[in-house]
């Protein structure tokens, strides 16, 4: 069972350990401990068998105007029972009273906190990290990529995308109004990967980049743009999670990008409470197999796919 507290007077380093998951600079756990004591306010969830703290927020506050949650994070053997949406929770009630509760998080996690009646925002962030610029900032690569929900303001470069790569079959349920009912059924759920490049493209080999609109001049463009390289369609019907059109731009690709957007897409299913997730591939996509195979999704060979239009005169469908 998991229980919830903020008083932390009790707690030792020794019920702490294993967050911060991909931090360059890890706290300790007495620094852990530091970090929550020292925080206006530290939510906790504790696994009552062991005693471990599971998950924890904190939050900053003046008390009057404003507070900001700068940390959450639950254990990734403890993620998908809705812990973090608890505590999330927890922080705007205990925050109701101020004008604003703001945090900062990556665009892939922007739906989470949209379904927690948060919403959108933008800002800006200095991190002191050793080792990093001159500075002593942390530096910053010349090209970066991004995750963030896929929105209709996507269609054209997603799509495009999806035509530019073999084993994505599209039909009438991706034009765009079948589409913009989908993204709203599940909202926040589809996620859309960009890479800022040059906005005129390759210049170089005077090829301009095929996935920006072409129907946009040059004239207009900045200097770089964050165009699509990397898109996935993610849905469910509230027992089973779906995934279609999962694409990587070809010269995208053996990065790891695919991966992590499936991944995203399974840890915002699992927050939902679904519990499995399915694919439908091309027989004939050896090479989609391998990937999803290669990325935890195992073959049932024990199942068929039917398949019948919903439209008069209905029959099946061929491929």
Not at 49 to 62: E, K
Not at 70 to 88: D, N
Not at 210 to 228: C, H, I, K
Request: proline letters at 5%.
């Amino acid at each position: 069972m998991i229980t919830y507290q903020t008083h932390t007077d009790e707690l030792s380093p020794d019920q702490l350990g294993g967050f911060f998951e991909g931090w360059r600079c890890v706290p300790t756990p007495a620094q852990h401990l530091a970090i929550l004591r020292g925080s206006a306010l530290a939510q906790l969830a504790i696994d009552d068998q062991t005693g471990r703290v599971v998950g924890f927020a904190t939050a900053l506050t003046d008390g009057v105007q404003a507070a900001f949650i700068p940390l959450l994070e639950v254990l990734p053997a403890y993620r998908g029972r809705g812990i973090g949406s608890e505590l999330v929770r927890r922080m705007l009630t205990a925050f109701a009273h101020l004008p604003a509760v703001d945090l900062t998080c990556d665009p892939a996690l922007q739906g989470f906190y949209q379904r927690l009646g948060m919403m959108p925002s933008v800002g800006m962030v200095v991190r002191n990290y050793p080792g990093a610029d001159g500075g002593g900032h942390a530096s910053i690569p010349k090209t970066t990529a991004s995750v963030s929900a896929l929105t209709m303001d996507d269609y054209d470069e997603v799509v495009a995308l999806w035509r530019a790569c073999d084993g994505v079959g599209l039909n009438e349920s991706d034009e765009r109004a079948p589409l913009a009912a989908f993204l709203a059924r599940n909202p926040g759920l589809s996620l859309v990967l960009r890479a800022a490049v040059s906005g005129n493209g390759d210049r170089k080999n005077g090829v301009r980049d095929r996935f920006v609109s072409e129907t946009v001049p040059d004239t207009v463009l900045p200097d770089t743009v964050a165009r699509v390289i990397g898109a996935v369609l993610c849905g469910h019907d509230g027992r089973r999670g779906y995934l279609h059109h999962l694409a990587v731009a070809p010269e995208q690709r053996g990065q790891g990008l695919g991966r992590l957007l499936v991944e995203r897409c399974l840890a915002s299913l699992a927050e939902l409470g679904i519990a499995k997730c399915n694919v439908f591939l091309f027989a004939d996509n050896d090479e989609g197999a391998r990937f999803w195979q290669a990325v935890g999704f195992g073959r049932r060979t024990d199942l068929l796919v039917l398949q019948s239009s919903t439209q008069p005169g209905r029959g099946s469908l061929s491929p």
